[in-house]
């Protein structure tokens, strides 16, 4: 069954330009405004569904997945989830990966400079067609301009999302065309608040649809996807409220209210209120696990925002399957790898590898021990010994170790499209963004946080693996998260949520006086503060 969608219709090849200043960016084609907005489908398409292009991409730090340098392996190998292990001549980059697992900044800067300048670009874009339907509201009679423009506020809003997560203190710019020298720097708490309200206002404007469903809503911002951003900012919202977050104190998210419709809600609350806004439109656990990461994943009932793949239509690519396998693994499926990814110490603790009790989602996500091709032979190596992950021998520097080149447990989670190009990373599994596990492990947590009982929704998920009860916890919640989530980009965020980013594990001794909390947030890049004087770096850098 083909993807059809409203995006199927724009120019599905458009490049991403970079760009010399995070402030600059030029219109997304060369259409003349006469034709761009001639008809109202050319105003959605040139003012709304253009900014589509750019939630997945195919060069590093484009993207919100899919590609590297940028928000997802800024939000997964800074923790104790995942790893790129130095494997000799291999994935030393300069101290990249090493500086990400060890909270070393230094060594990243360009890639925290390239998420940043990817996520204003999309901001200003952004900006650019809100202004577009405002002229447009003074010139034409179209219908359902209204709905464009909540469209693109609520787009803009998740981008600005990102921004608060990962920068803390970042500026908040609504216009396209205001000068550098007058942008000033936001508090953490008001670009919260901002995000808050611009998805709170755009919200009845949106359809119900399921947009990981092929159809008109396919791949867009609808209010489901809205909900969940939410429900995220509520569970967040003693950290993305704290507007100095190395003085060792937070706020209380009992004392942090919402107004959700008539009712004013804690932040606890107001995290459930929207969970059950999403089970309200028909969202439910998939019967089978690996069902949400098939090739043609759209018929998930689970899924709820999702980056559209389709080999023969788009650009996005999934690079992380081909980073992590071997070599020899890839080839014998036909497609290419890297050597690189994989799981740390504490993740295999987390899911009781090597003992009587491994879950069973760890070999849902990992590939481990002996390897076998599609026809269930041996995937050997270039002695011609058998092929086989060694999970427990991971280190952060496998140079001349014996394990150099099969250390690890390598990522797993989504189907092989056979059909698959360009190595594997153009294939028809949609990247999944947002789910509806997710929404009900938020749900168990907000309930625990307010002194309830979170046992029916944490257990929801884990009997749908065929997995034991547990207590809802907020231990037992962190844990299932990683269970349940591992590799999808959550960990960093759920890491800070409960006071554990900067702790030290294997291979990572806290950096001196990170127990403040100080890389809890990344810097502000300094090629990005020398254009701007008026912005200050974040505390403890």
Known sequence: MRKLSILSYIFAGLMLSSCDGYLKED??????????????????????????????????????QGTYRGVYDLNTFTTDEAMLPTRGGDWYDGGFWQGLFLHKWGTNSDAIQATWEYLYKVIVLSNQSLEILGEL?????YNDLDRYEAEVRAFRAMYYYYLVDMFGRVPLIVSSSIPVKDVRQSDRKEVFDFVVKELQESLLLLSTAHSNSPGDYYGRITRPVVYFLLAKLALNAEVFTDNDWTDGLRPNGREIYFRVGERKLNAWQTVVAYCDSITDLNYSLSLNYADNFSVFNESSGENIFTIPMDKNLYTNQMQYLFRSRHYNHAKAYGLGGENGSCATIEALRVFAYGTDSVDTRFYENYYAD??????????????????????????LDLSRLPAEKTAGARMKKYEIDKMGTKDGKLSDNDIVLFRYADVLLMRSEAKVR??????????????????????????????????????????RQDLVRFGKFTRPYTDRPQLPHESNGYTT?????????SLNPNLTQNPGY
Request: hydrophobic letters at 35%.
């Open 27 to 64: 219109p997304r084609d060369q259409l003349y405004p006469e034709d761009a907005y001639d008809t109202p489908q050319n105003v959605y398409l040139n003012t709304v569904a253009s900014l589509y292009n750019y939630i997945g991409g195919y060069s590093d730090s484009q993207g919100l």
């Open 370 to 395: 002996t390897m076998f091709d599609l026809n269930g032979d041996t995937i050997r190596l270039d002695n011609g010994t058998p092929l086989v992950y060694l999970p427990l021998e991971v280190r």
């Open 521 to 529: 947030v990344f810097p502000i890049p300094d090629k990005v503060r």
């Open 450 to 491: 307010n002194g309830e009982n979170g046992d029916e929704e944490l257990n929801a998920v884990r009997f749908r693996v065929g997995m034991l009860p547990r207590k809802a916890t907020l231990e037992n919640i962190l844990a299932e998260r990683q269970l349940e989530l591992a590799w999808e980009g959550w960990r």
């Open 137 to 141: 509201r003074q010139k034409t009679d």
